[in-house]
């Protein structure tokens, strides 16, 4: 049927909307797509509708290609299985919680692996029955602290989750890659850059981990790659530990004065002002040719406090070179499930032990960090402090600092975490050649989840020999609503959006302008007849709204392929318009429609 | 594709899952279509799935073609907008609330009214903007105090809701004829028996409104119609209201001893036993003619609890005739959005004006009942009460009656309430009959609400003379899980389900039997032709499963056509079963495929 503008649910806008920070947010809401209800909760009009609605069948078109069905479990779910997975704590203010009248606890689920598992364990149990691979598309919640961005990260939101089931790590690997391979036809058929970069594995401990990150400056994700292929983002990202050096024949360390150096650029003033210049070799590989002291002869050593699932509160000190700063994403990996801040002022007050600004492991009477020294705190060090590298570092001692401190000799750590910031030109741990930094977004993850959540849930099979085995599963999510805004966010010009033809709204925009009859017969003869080519077809037959108008509408909404019936509609001729490269081209109706229905 | 039943996500269950009441609730789950995870709460598995999708694609074809488009509302939605139209405060526990993490309020919507109300005030200005119809289908919450009946009375469903705009009393009517119209089709279509019913036009207080009841006995909803074809729920019937009689010269009332009568049954034996047999005309119509006295010339006084929204606590006496009863959901539609229930122990203690047992609203000194009587009580009378009726009531002293106590002299109410049982037999209020009572489930629900939401949130348009006029709304509401799960209770036999052809989740279920490679070849062909044709084909592929396995399978899952590759195949037969009327035929491939493709 014809969708006639003269009665559709549409209204653009000329203004934009007050808190829109990006571009696919300020289109969507002014072209008539979506609409704020509250903050990252959006109300999905006609137009909105029918994109999702394009994107969600192709997904579900390359889901069946691969022998994955769809299930659809409930947004609100018992707290319970989540409780038994660990979810429901390590979760935090992150989740919508609530109670039923008779007082069970609830949450809207932002991922549904323990019921799927659950269900699984419920309906499955012989090896015969596996592989199996089953998904949803399904509008989930996440109680962002900034829901922000539109659509990007909002707080309800829709997503396909597929899980697969096997008995072995081979048969893991398959259905994975069998996902992965759906991913690539998906992103292809929507027109959508993406690159594959190893993630971080998480909690789970599963062997597999990749995002599809669509790259682009306005990303929230940092990626590093090498030319030789390597990708990941930066919380997977493995420093190359060097190899370590002899210690024989190093200098002892020796404290020296440093008054007021609290910082790292004013020790290394300092030092090239009172010490002699380094050693060939100092603190190894990186710096190994220095004549001048740098950031990289430091070892800075930065006071965490990790706040445990249980409650408890943890210092711990990571030691890093003084050239780097510790990642906040990398550390929220590195330390998950805790959280982690930085300490406070009253977690330096507690602990007088640690000489704030001065800081460092080792002092002439024995160890300050570490948890057999002295303080008991934890000291976890960066991987590039290998045994024979030489550091200048606090004393621990107001105003002093001590250089020639050598790592395995002097101090150790308990622990290697590997937090530091990654920079453009570090190695690719593969051996792929040094890295370059990049930007990108989130637009799917395929990860193997392993045995977590069957071994925690107790999804178990018999095997080929009639022993109980559990099941390996893996998870893989697409963002649908965001992959919609990314590709508002791709597509667009100054007029407004413009659609690949694989998810427009509709397929054809016809335009009917002037007062003249002639034009609106052949106006609506188009539409019918692009219509029973199975064409879905937009028709602006507004009496009384001038060409300008209709025009600004139709670059606005931003369906690919535009036809107008105007001024030549008696002579049999309509213009043609190809809203993205702008070109315009007068043709008869016969002409149109053959180019129109092309396939 | 090809669905293989090797491969397809289903296991059908050999027992009856503990917790079903309904042989639609026993038939889903054990056939595989869904699956409890909390009460009243349902994953969807593949077939019902796509039974669920057929339904919801009638609809839409049918909003359609009446010119409705569809948008879609997040489930959790901000409390402000309900707050506004009291809704909020009016739900009661009926609702699902929580918090962000910012103590935001939010509520998971079981409509949208407000939403819709405020989108098109958001969107709309003038009077051209009209008519304008959307609807969305969508997943809803009540925390219902009893969850049961599997989908029939769920916490989660899916609804179809639609909303008109309009801005004349006119283009309402004509709005809610179209969506009417529709609903007529779309049950129709899915072959399901329906009843309009007049129905409460509640709070909001719209003129028309109206049910769509699927006659069965299981329905939790009593309905009245007449031969001459009026229907209405009982909560909407109206009784009609004798004429009132004469009061001249009816004698004056007399208290008389009444021992160990407290109810009504003991008073009717009680005053045969003792009292004169009644005057002809006593109590007014129903009972002119009787001999003895008998319930229903007495006056029954019944003491209920209302509760506010304000929170606070009144009582109201109803008086009603002897023979019936104060019907529990005319009380509650009568009485809202107040909550009503019987006065306690407590209430009685508080007012010890009311005699128990006897109360009455008159006494030698002056009324008892009323806002003007000595107690201040609300006293409200069934329509039957009308002046010149003649009754015994309560004399409001303990084991003490009154008789000969005439309405419109001795005592009056302060209104006219009309929350008494309906009884077969009742006349019609429009004339056409005596009424009969039947049972029925709500499948749907259409619903002048007139300009309650739209005066209350301000929503208004400029009409023809540029004058801002508030825009007159109708509701529309059918749900989607409920008839299919009606449908799953109409169509089934002892051995499973039958589907309508309309929603059976695959076309035909292609079966192949035996060891012979023969029948698989077949049954692949077969399957293979049936897709190409567009039909959706379920195939039972499984190579080491008996034939009476998958025959009962098949009569479980219920698709309406099965056919049957076995035996014969290698001549090129196959046998054709028809899952309703159990009839199977023998017959040549070619003549299978054409009679399954038949339309």
Known sequence: ????????????????????????????????????????????????????????????????????????????????????????????????????????????????????????????????????????????????????????????????????????????????????????????????????????????????????????????????????????????????APAPLPIDGLPAPVIFDSPDTPTIQTLVD????????????????????????????????????????????????????????????RVEVAFAPAEVEAATDADF????????????????????????????????????????????TGANIHEKHVHSLVAGRDFAGDGVVDVASVRAGDPAPDGSGPVSLARGMEIGHVFQLGRFFAETLGLKVLDENGKLVTVTMGSYGIGVTRILAILAELNNDDKGLIWPESVSPFDVHVVATGKDAAAYALADDIAARLEATGREVLYDDRPKVSPGVKFADAELVGVPHIVIAGRDAAAGDVEVWNRATGERQVMDVEAALARLTAR
């Open 349 to 392: 007050a507690r602990n007088p032990q640690l000489v704030r600004g001065y800081i460092g492991p080792w002092s002439e009477t024995g160890p300050i960090l570490g948890e057999e020294s002295a303080s008991g705190i934890r000291y976890l060090l960066d991987p590039r402090v290998v045994d024979g590298t030489s550091w200048i």
């Open 1 to 240: 049927m014809v969708t006639r503008l003269s009665h559709f649910f549409l209204r653009t806008l000329r203004e934009d909307p007050a808190d829109a920070e990006v571009t696919s947010h300020r289109l969507l809401v002014r072209a008539g797509y979506i609409r704020r209800q509250a903050p990252g909760i959006f109300a999905w009009l006609p137009l909105g509708l029918r994109v999702k609605a394009r994107i969600e069948n192709i997904i579900r078109e390359e889901m069946a290609a691969i022998g994955a069905y769809e299930v659809h479990f409930p947004a609100l779910v018992p707290a319970d299985p989540y409780r038994e997975s660990g979810r429901w704590e390590a979760y935090g203010d992150g989740i919508f919680r609530l109670k039923d009248r008779k007082d069970a606890d609830y949450l809207l689920a932002p991922t549904h692996e323990e019921l799927f598992t659950l269900l699984v364990k419920d309906l499955y149990s012989s090896y015969k029955d596996l592989p199996l691979s089953i998904y949803q598309i399904q509008d989930k919640y996440r109680d962002e602290a900034r829901p922000r961005a539109g659509l990007l990260r909002g707080r309800e939101f829709t997503m396909k989750d597929a899980y697969s089931f096997d008995y072995t790590d081979a048969g893991l690997d398959v259905s994975y890659q069998a996902q992965r391979d759906a991913y690539e036809r998906i992103f292809q058929r929507l027109g959508l850059e993406y690159v594959i970069v190893q993630a971080d594995n998480g909690l789970m401990g599963g062997a597999r981990s990749e995002e599809f990150l669509h790259p682009t400056s306005v990303g929230e994700d940092t990626f590093v790659r090498s030319e030789g292929g390597y990708a990941a983002n930066v919380e997977a990202f493995e420093t190359i």
């Open 270 to 329: 300092h030092a090239n002002a009172h010490l002699d210049a380094p050693a060939p070799g100092i603190a190894g590989p990186a710096t190994a040719d220095a004549t001048q002291w740098t950031a990289a002869h430091t070892l800075k050593n930065v006071v965490l406090a990790l706040t445990h699932l249980d409650g408890t509160r943890e210092l711990v000190v990571v030691g890093i070179p003084g050239d780097r700063d510790v990642d906040d994403k």
